[in-house]
Nanobody, 128 residues
Framework: QVQLVESGGGLVQSGGSLRLSCLASVSTYRFYTIGWFRQVPAGKEREGILCIARNGHTEYYIESVKGRFSLSRDVAKNTVTLDMNDLKPEDTAVYYC????????????????????WGIGTPVTVSS
């Protein structure tokens, strides 16, 4: 089974940038759908942010990150990168990457649901 490991979280000032990475342990997953979620530490439900499909298409699920967050895939490194720019204090959360255990290649339409393989998360704190 695939394992996912996030890295790159940390503390950044408002307006700054961070790059998060999601490394998949199974090389075949380098082509499959990877979604990114975040969870505010107060225990709110995880929200799906964006997803990259097998064909490289990025699907956004919340308006507030459009134009600021983007995804890219490095096939050789089995890695999906989340670039976050113009960060705001409300972006503070633990960020998770996830995928489907059935290795499907398309992102869900409307909301990011159904992913059942998760990383352990990486925290991002944006100071004002």
């Amino acid at each position: 089974q695939v394992q996912l490991v996030e890295s790159g979280g940390g503390l950044v000032q408002s307006g700054g940038s961070l790059r998060l990475s999601c490394l998949a342990s199974v090389s075949t997953y380098r082509f499959y759908t990877i979604g990114w979620f975040r969870q505010v530490p107060a225990g709110k439900e995880r929200e799906g942010i964006l997803c990259i499909a097998r064909n490289g298409h990025t699907e956004y699920y919340i308006e507030s990150v459009k134009g600021r967050f983007s995804l890219s895939r490095d096939v050789a490194k089995n890695t999906v990168t989340l670039d976050m720019n113009d960060l705001k204090p409300e972006d503070t959360a633990v960020y998770y990457c996830a995928t489907f255990s059935d290795a499907r290649g398309d992102c869900p339409i409307g909301s990011l649901v159904g992913m059942d393989r998760w990383g352990i998360g990486t925290p991002v704190t944006v100071s004002s």
